[in-house]
């Protein structure tokens, strides 16, 4: 099966300033793929490549087996868009809206379905203009999906939404996964990139730094882990075995830190010291990396070799 979306060494510059410096990526059909980065790393640019709104200045950029440089109209009724600022037409109604832009494409979905889905149903008959600014959002979601689209590009999709329309839009695109359909996604949220894409990658300052399954991004699977507990009064860091106390550091909170690459032996030595001596642990937590660290981690200082 031919990759839905082929980009090699991708290339944009605005004037001076060369906001994509050579990305290259596959999407396969049916996958959820997300590209996270700062704000200003290049990601609304590369979509916008990829949805044909923007010309490049180098690499090559196929979409559904197409150039977007050269697609034509059928190749637009294939894909749906939800841009990262649309513009509206604000005198219209929300249903009216829908329905305009279901007139572009040739096998719509039904208008009524969709507002519903997004959950804009209440305000099917409200003018575009009095939307909240989450309900304006949860409306270009639903101008991306009116065309029944094979692949999605969503930037930014739930920004100022709140959480539970966050939720529901997640389960927009699950839904859309589970017909088949691709979708090339932007986030800023950890927990929506964790709980939607199948693969992930991060783009700082115009290159692509890291990619991988959320669980395994930036090498995430490897990452020591965070053993944190407090010790009661009279018993300190010093006290423990010394494995254990080799690792410890002393936290903020007054809780011992320990960065352990085992940390199922570690947990258990330290579980044993501490029940030979009576000593509780309540507040024993044990954290892998989250998908925020990795991002942190690989996002924190500019690649020395990207000067401007
Ligand atoms: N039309 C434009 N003209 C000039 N510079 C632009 C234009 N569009 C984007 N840029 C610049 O290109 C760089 C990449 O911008 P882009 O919008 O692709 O970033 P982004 O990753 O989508 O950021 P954000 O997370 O803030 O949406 C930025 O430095 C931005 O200022
Ligand atoms: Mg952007």
Do not use: C
Not at 14 to 22: F, I, P
């Amino acid at each position: 099966m031919p990759a839905a979306v082929a980009v090699t060494d991708l290339r944009k510059s605005y004037g001076q300033l060369e906001a994509v410096r050579g990305v290259t990526f596959e999407i396969e059909q049916g996958e959820v793929f997300g590209l996270l980065g700062p704000n200003g790393a290049g990601k609304t640019t590369t979509v916008e490549v990829l949805e044909g709104y923007r010309t490049r200045d180098g690499g090559s950029v196929s979409v559904l087996g197409v150039d977007p440089q050269e697609a034509g109209s059928a190749w637009r009724e294939r894909i749906g868009i939800v841009l990262q600022s649309s513009a509206m037409y604000p005198n219209l109604t929300v249903a009216e809206h829908v329905a305009l832009f279901a007139g572009y494409f040739s096998k719509p979905r039904d208008v009524g379905e969709v507002v519903e889905l997004v959950g804009l149903d209440e305000k099917r008959n409200a003018r575009v203009k009095t939307l909240s600014g989450g309900q304006a959002r949860r409306l270009d979601l639903a101008l991306g999906l009116i065309g029944d689209p094979e692949i999605l590009f969503l930037d930014e999709p739930t920004t100022g939404f709140d959480p539970s329309a966050r939720r529901a839009a997640w389960s927009v695109v699950a839904g859309l996964k589970a017909l088949g359909k691709t979708v090339f996604l932007t986030t800023h949220y950890m927990d929506e990139a964790e709980n939607l894409a199948d693969r992930i990658a991060v783009i700082a300052a115009g290159r692509i730094v890291a990619e991988g399954t959320p669980e395994t991004l930036g090498g995430r699977e490897n990452m020591p882990a965070t053993i944190r507990f407090g010790l009661p009064h009279g018993v300190g860091a010093v006290d423990l075995p010394g494995d254990l106390r080799a690792l410890a550091a002393s936290a903020t909170d007054g809780r011992v830190v320990l960065e352990s690459s085992r940390p199922l032996a570690d947990v258990k030595a330290l579980a044993e010291w501490a029940l030979e001596r009576g000593l509780d642990l309540p507040d024993l937590d044990v954290r892998r990396p989250s998908l925020e660290d990795v991002y942190l981690r690989l996002t924190a200082s500019p690649k020395p070799d990207a000067g401007e």
